[in-house]
């Protein structure tokens, strides 16, 4: 397990320095003088020649970017233009809220998904099963943003059962009892998601339900709802579990609306507001740890399937 | 009483809001400690028979039109749900064709012999466990310590079709349905799934219907043999007077394609033409487009059954034409 | 082209389906006579009515600059089926021929798609926001970056689909018959793909309006004046409860074309070959 694990990392090393190299270019990209744009508009001429002697500014693209790279693994990410902070003290700061908006987000999903795609497979054909499936391709069919504003105006404005913006951090005052700020984020961001999950469920449990093995639960004379659950369900999370995984790795990005929305210290906002202050270390940062977790995730999948599927041999 | 009763049994296959039948309306009977095989090309409807017995056929295009199953007794076609579950894996129980696919991959072989074992016996983990091994024993899968753990795709074809047969005698059923048991195995291995099954009766006294396409595995293992065509049943007779006095020119066919087993022939007689498509009617005798002795009688009477000698029912105008 | 007609045929089998392709008809009417349609011009400030309830003359009501809904709808419409059919286009072509070079040259495409591997380690809303850092607020942009995300899916789409088809006979038999590459890629390859493009674009079309409509929510889309759908909800989200029909009838122009196209997606989807149904991604 632990050799196939280290296997697939070092597979990742490529796409993953191409990923930093394409990260690093990004600013380079940005016609001007890299160095002012790194140090925002307020940079003294000193200020600039002395990171431009830091970042190597003077010597080929290459060495640059070997130098850059050499400062992240460090853990120099740069320094925020906005909050004059280390690029990875301000990221670390919106940590908590994107991971808990992540988590209790792919725990609607999985809560909601997962049931209602097992219904409407079981229930294949019948209104149920044709309400649930219209149902939740409308819901993929909803601009988040308008569904996030709504659920404010409802639950929010209307009957004040949650409140509607930012989220104070559960190591503060309140403490747990701080998380009902997510409620209506979480599931804001968890409709188009399960959404998926329910008819990819569905869908794949169909696909499960024909295969020969069904048949043989059914003749053991085991009850409709166990072969369900245990053939068949557990058959098609080989095929779902791909899906939460690629869920999970995309909620952080994913979550750059509904934070916007419910005015959450999250990552998601943290791009789009560096983004329209022109914040580029912080641009730069998030975009390369937002991308390792992405992929970081995505090989926790595979290492799922090995679990999932006594098939698929880990050599 | 017969522990297992077909009367007039009836199948269709809905399809573009049509019933097109496939068995209509088939009649036969199976006693305690005797095996029943069933013969016919694919597509005669001798699966879905065994699948209609075993209560398989819900959340199919399959729909029961007519007709009665009992079995011990009690008919099968109106019980409750639950009831007829408490029957399968238990007091009846059937092995498929497929050992390839017929098994969950993603449990171990032996949790899915002690799944049927826990669901109609009161039986621990443990005792479950012990039974386990000694059912993999019986059925001569080799190291059964070590087999119980294995995944289905670490087992070979034969093994794997040992499995499903301890799973399926693993709470000694009164009748084994045997679904072209050996069609998707080597030759050798073939051999010893039949006289396993056979082997397995003997000790056990439950009846065995077996169904294949094949002739020649029905004449080593069958005690009376039923030939289907067409979703009819032609010809029945106990082993021996079938193979000594065949009558049907559809049996007849098929005994032709049997290679014999003492010489190489470089040519063997098989029945002319294809199985007619589902939807397609046929007036008269189902088998007369393919039959090599057929008359005008044959092509509009249907032929009704009727005993040719004691025991040896057929369906056919004119039996053992080839004679004359 | 059987396979073409037996896709659309699939369209018209389904009620919900053949409704979702009415409203379609709709939207792309209302884009191409949105001059002659529009009661008013969608920029025309009238101070006099801000934020004008539904009635005369104003049917729809009128936003905080007292320009009429309606008339902004109907512009908005445009610049929906634009958004939409340009990211297709640019994913269709750019990723297609992406993915149908790297099958069908090995060498080439394990390089091309090691690069497509790259892109996809960037989340897609993230990817877009990047590429719209760098790029002009335009239309023109904004259909360059959300079909540059979905040209990375599409690509391994067509390389998988290509795949399979190069094993199949009658291409092994075509290139043994001497063809060119070009008259194997597209006079016996391609023609088996249309069915589940066809399919697969109207998923892009789909996610394509929903990310639009996110990135002019972000304030990172289409120009602010542009009257698009996204950023009439933008624009107007803070009159949610003084103005109620400023974001409910933008909101369900965007649902119900979404949905729409979804619907058509799916009903297709059923009707392709069923190698390629797995591959098609969408909803």
């Keep these: 397990m632990l050799g196939y694990a280290l296997d697939r990392l070092l597979t990742l090393v490529p796409t993953l320095l191409a990923a930093s190299l394409l990260v690093f270019l990004f600013v380079r990209l940005i016609p001007g003088d890299p160095a002012a744009i790194l140090l925002g508009d307020a940079a003294t001429p000193e200020q600039v020649a002395a990171l431009t002697r830091e970042l190597g500014l003077d010597q080929p693209l290459w060495k640059q970017y070997f130098l850059w790279l050499g400062n992240i693994l460090e853990g120099d990410f740069g320094t925020s233009i906005f909050f004059g902070k280390p690029v990875l003290a301000v990221i670390a700061d919106s940590a908590e809220t994107s991971i808990l908006l992540a988590v209790t987000t792919m725990g609607w999903i999985v809560l909601i998904g997962v049931p209602i795609g097992i219904l409407a497979a079981v229930r294949q054909g019948s209104w149920i099963d044709q309400a649930t499936s219209g149902l939740a391709m409308l819901m993929a069919s909803v601009p988040t943003f308008w569904l996030g504003l709504y659920f404010i105006l409802v639950f929010a404005v209307g009957l004040g059962w949650f409140p509607s913006s930012g989220f104070p951090s559960i190591t503060g005052e309140g403490g747990l009892l701080n998380l009902r700020y997510l409620v209506l984020p979480s599931l804001t961001l968890a409709a188009p998601n399960a959404a998926l999950i329910i008819r990819l469920v569905r869908a794949s449990m169909l696909d499960v339900s024909r295969e020969d093995h069904v048949r043989t639960a059914r003749a053991k004379g085991l009850h409709p709802l166990r072969v369900a659950i245990k053939h068949i369900f557990r058959n098609a999370l080989i095929a779902v579990a791909g899906a939460f995984g690629f869920t999970f790795a995309a909620l952080v990005s994913e979550a750059v609306v509904t934070e916007t929305v419910f005015s959450l210290p999250g990552v998601g906002r943290l791009v789009v507001q560096s983004i329209l202050r022109r914040d580029y270390p912080v641009i730069q940062g998030v975009i390369l740890i937002v991308v390792v977790f992405y992929m970081f995730v995505n090989l926790l999948v595979d290492l799922a399937y090995a679990r999932l599927d006594p098939r698929v041999s880990l050599k | 009483m017969a522990l297992l009763e077909v009367r007039d049994l009836g199948l269709a296959i809905a399809a573009g809001g049509r019933l097109l039948p496939v068995v209509r309306g088939i009649s036969f009977a199976v006693e305690e400690n005797e095996t029943l095989g069933i013969v016919g090309e694919s597509g005669c409807g001798k699966s879905l028979t065994a699948l209609a017995i075993m209560g398989l056929l819900e959340d199919t295009a399959i729909r029961i039109t007519g007709g009665s199953i009992r079995f011990e007794g009690r008919e099968l076609l109106t019980m409750a749900p639950a009831e007829r579950r408490a029957l399968m894996g238990n007091r009846m129980a059937i092995v498929f064709q497929e050992p390839m696919t017929s098994l969950n991959p993603v449990y171990r072989v032996g949790d899915q012999i002690v799944e049927v074992l826990r669901q109609h016996r009161d039986l621990s983990t443990s005792e479950a466990r012990e039974r386990t091994l000694r059912l993999l024993e019986m059925v001569q899968v080799p190291e059964p310590e070590q087999r119980v753990h294995s995944y289905p795709h670490q087992l070979s074809g034969g093994q794997r079709q040992r499995v499903m047969i301890a799973m399926a005698i693993a709470c000694d059923p009164r009748l084994l349905i045997a679904d072209e048991p050996t069609t998707a195995l080597d030759v050798t291995v073939q051999k010893e799934i039949l006289e396993l099954l056979q082997d397995l009766q003997k000790r056990m006294g439950s009846a065995i219907v077996l169904i294949s396409h094949d002739l020649g595995v029905i004449a080593e293992t069958c005690d009376r043999v039923a030939v289907m065509y067409r979703g009819t049943i032609v010809e029945e007779a106990t082993a021996g007077e079938l193979f000594a006095n065949v009558a049907h020119p559809y049996t007849r066919g098929l005994l032709a394609s049997i290679p014999p087993a003492d010489r190489d022939v470089e040519w063997l007689e098989a029945i002319p033409g294809r199985v007619p498509a589902v939807d397609q009617e046929i007036p008269g005798c189902a088998f007369h487009p393919r039959c090599p002795f057929v008359r005008d009688l044959c092509r509009t009477a249907r032929p009704e059954g009727r005993d040719f000698a004691p025991g040896h029912s057929i369906r056919c105008h004119f039996p053992r034409e080839w004679r004359t | ?283």
């Design chain 3, 1 to 283: 082209m059987n396979g073409l007609i037996s896709v659309l045929r699939s369209v018209r089998e389904r009620r919900l389906a053949t409704i979702g392709l009415i409203w379609l008809a709709l939207v792309c009417i209302a884009a191409l006579g949105a001059p002659l349609l529009a009661p008013f011009d969608p920029l025309d400030f009238d101070p006099l009515a801000r934020l004008a309830e539904p009635g005369w003359p104003h049917l729809f009501g009128t936003d905080h600059f007292g320009r009429d809904t309606l008339s902004r709808a109907i512009y908005g419409a445009r610049m929906a089926v634009l958004i939409g059919t340009g990211s297709v286009f640019v994913a269709l072509v750019v990723g297609g021929i992406v993915g149908m070079l790297s099958a069908y040259f090995t060498k080439l495409g394990h390089l091309l798609m090691r690069a497509v591997d790259v892109l996809m380690a960037f989340p897609a809303l993230l990817l877009a926001l990047v590429l719209m850092t760098l790029l002009e607020r335009s239309v023109v942009n904004t259909i360059i970056v959300i079909g540059t995300v979905y040209a990375t899916t599409t690509a391994r789409i067509l390389f998988g689909m290509t795949l399979k088809l190069k094993g199949e006979v009658f291409v092994e038999a075509a290139i043994c018959s001497g063809a060119g590459h070009a008259s194997v890629l597209f006079r016996h390859i391609l023609p088996n793909l249309v069915s589940p493009l066809l399919v697969q674009a109207s998923f892009i079309f789909a996610f394509a309006q929903l990310q639009a409509a996110a990135l002019d929510f972000l304030g990172l889309g289409l120009p602010p004046e542009v009257p698009s759908w996204g950023n009439m909800l933008s624009e107007e989200r803070i009159y949610i409860t003084r103005a109620p029909w400023l974001l409910i009838f933008p909101g369900t122009l965007i649902i119900l074309t979404v949905f729409s196209m979804n619907l058509l997606g799916d009903a297709m989807r059923d009707s392709i070959d069923p190698r390629f149904r797995k591959d098609v991604k969408g909803v």
